[in-house]
C-alpha cells in the first residue's frame, strides 16, 4: 500500500482572507468549518478524498520567523503562464525575490500571508 496526499494544512493570520485567495487560485469551494476557526477547501465536484488535496486553512498567531521548507507549485489549466501571473497578482499574489538569476521558466510568488509559491510554466488539463 502507499500513501496519497489528501489535504494540505497552512497556518494563517486571517484564515478568511487566505482560504478566500487560495480558493479563487485554485477554484476551490468551502466544503467546511471547524469550531477551531480552520476553513477547509477543496474542489466542487469531489471534496476531500478526490484526485485533488483539499487545502485546510488552520488559525495561527504564531509568527513566521524563517522561509517555509515546503511551498506549493500551481500551474496554469486555462490560459498561458503570462495570463494566469496577471490573474494571480490581481487577486493579491505579489512577486518575490528568493535569489532567481531571471533564466527560471516559473515566477516565485506570495500570497496574501507571504507564503511562497512558485507558478510554472507549464499549462496542465484540468481534472
Avoid at 100 to 121: I, K, M, S, Y
Wanted: some cysteine.
Amino acid at each position: 500500500m502507499a500513501c496519497r496526499i489528501s489535504e494540505l494544512v497552512l497556518d494563517a493570520a486571517d484564515p478568511e482572507r487566505l482560504a478566500a485567495f487560495w480558493s479563487q487560485v485554485l477554484g476551490y469551494v468551502e466544503l467546511g468549518r471547524e469550531d477551531d476557526g480552520s476553513i477547509e477547501i477543496g474542489p466542487p465536484d469531489t471534496g476531500f478524498g478526490g484526485p485533488r488535496p483539499t487545502l485546510v486553512v488552520s488559525p495561527s498567531s504564531d509568527p513566521r520567523t524563517a522561509k517555509l521548507p515546503l511551498h506549493i507549485d500551481v500551474s496554469p489549466t486555462d490560459r498561458d503562464q503570462d495570463a494566469e501571473l496577471e490573474r494571480l497578482l490581481v487577486l493579491g499574489a505579489r512577486p518575490v525575490d528568493v535569489g532567481q538569476t531571471g533564466a527560471e521558466t516559473w515566477h516565485v510568488l506570495a500570497d496574501p500571508e507571504g507564503n511562497e509559491f512558485c507558478l510554472l510554466r507549464t499549462r496542465l488539463q484540468p481534472l
